[in-house]
């Protein structure tokens, strides 16, 4: 069977095996590893792997620290005005560009004040807006943007080229291809597509915003606590670390993000060109912001999406059905899921369309 879930994502499949045989005796133990303590040595040599395979396989600079955080992305949604704007003005410019953007604007605007610099909304969200007609703000603490929203299937396919720190949640293409860390200020990303479980968070942050919190930041949200604290200010999410730490060697033996890349690059390429000349199936997604990690699509009488989503489970395709906000089908294509999984997918979308359409 084949999993195109959104998240909580497909795990690849040697990582879970590994879990599974270490989950009662690990490396000899006689217990599995979240039986240790997190201040265990056994334990921090766990995560200090994890780290350091995260920064080899992402080219991370020295200045920059790695967090293991609790609170998904969503907490991050509000640790990022908490943490940048107790320096100047707490101003921020923020791009419009689908569901998880709105959801940082919205907690961001509880803070401070919020420019949208940019917004896709005239076409529905059906594109990353380009940089053409941004008015940067002048006093802005941060410029925060979703280089990938997993709902609308919109991806960047630029960095922004900004004055003030970037920000970017990246949750659901971080590990996707290489990225120019020096160019961020942060970059965040809950773990559930291509990192690991749900209940752990990565956050690369810039040493020098470290101390730009507002007074009164609540000590869970603190990146300057997380840090000093290496991620352990309190209990961390032990085996979500642990399997984090099993799939960053796993993609390294895969042959890293460039591997990744050229992946991402056949198997949305595939699934898009044969939606492309379907007259059955289509994409609303504008061409060059397709994302290679999301790929919304429907189908031309909607009135087939209930049959479409039942048969696809019987050939053992799962969850392919769309997000609740927007309907219709959507096939996530994270680091876990192979080439012969689309191409199942699309011969099973090719043969219903035959019998169907
Ligand atoms: N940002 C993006 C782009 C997401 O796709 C998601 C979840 O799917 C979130 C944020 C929220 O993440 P979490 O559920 O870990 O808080």
């Known amino acids: 069977k084949f ?17 599974q045989q270490e989950l009662l005796d690990w490396g000899g133990r006689g217990c599995s590893v979240m039986e ?15 780290e350091q ?10 200045n920059y620290k790695v967090l293991f ?7 991050q949604f509000s640790a990022v005005p908490w943490n940048l704007f107790g320096v100047g003005d707490k101003v921020a410019d923020y791009i419009h560009s689908g569901q998880w953007a709105d959801k940082a604007i919205r907690e961001a605007k509880r ?18 807006p380009g940089a053409e007609s941004w008015t940067q703000s002048d006093n802005a603490a941060y410029f925060h943007y979703t280089p990938n929203e997993t709902i609308g299937g919109v991806e960047f396919d630029y960095v922004p080229d900004v004055t003030c720190p970037l920000v970017a949640d990246m949750s659901s293409n971080i590990l996707s291809r290489p990225i120019p860390v020096e160019k ?10 291509n990192i690991g479980p749900s209940g752990i968070a990565v956050g690369i942050v810039r040493d020098d915003l470290l101390d730009r919190a507002m007074e009164g930041i609540p000590r869970s949200l603190s ?6 604290a290496g991620s352990m200010d309190n209990t961390p999410p032990t085996f979500a670390w642990y399997l984090a730490g099993l799939v960053f060697r796993w993609l390294k033996g895969q042959g890293g993000v460039e591997a990744m890349s050229t992946l991402a690059d056949r198997k949305s390429t595939l699934l898009y060109e044969f939606i492309d000349r379907s007259d059955f ?48 089908m959507r096939a996530s294509l994270y680091n876990a899921v192979p080439l012969e999984a689309v191409e199942a997918l699309v011969s099973f979308m090719a043969d219903f369309e035959k019998r169907c359409a």
């Open 36 to 50: 240790v303590s997190h201040r265990s040595a056994e334990f921090l040599e766990v995560a200090e792997r994890a």
């Open 281 to 328: 199936y289509s994409c609303p997604v504008e061409k060059s912001s397709r994302s290679r990690m999301n790929v919304p699509f429907v189908l031309a009488d909607e009135r087939l999406d209930k049959e479409f989503l039942r048969q696809s489970e019987e050939a053992g395709l799962l969850n392919l059905k769309g997000h609740r906000s927007v309907g219709g």
């Open 223 to 228: 990146w300057k606590v997380a840090a000093e």
């Open 3 to 19: 999993n195109f879930c959104a998240g909580p994502a497909a795990l690849p499949e040697p990582v879970l095996r590994q879990a």
């Open 69 to 75: 955080l609790q609170g998904g992305a969503t907490a």
């Open 53 to 62: 395979d995260l920064r080899d396989l992402l080219s991370i600079p020295d």
């Open 184 to 193: 961020f200020g942060v970059i965040y990303a809950g773990a559930q597509k």
């Open 111 to 128: 803070y401070g004040q919020v420019n949208i610099v940019a917004s896709g909304e005239d076409r529905s969200f059906t594109y990353a």
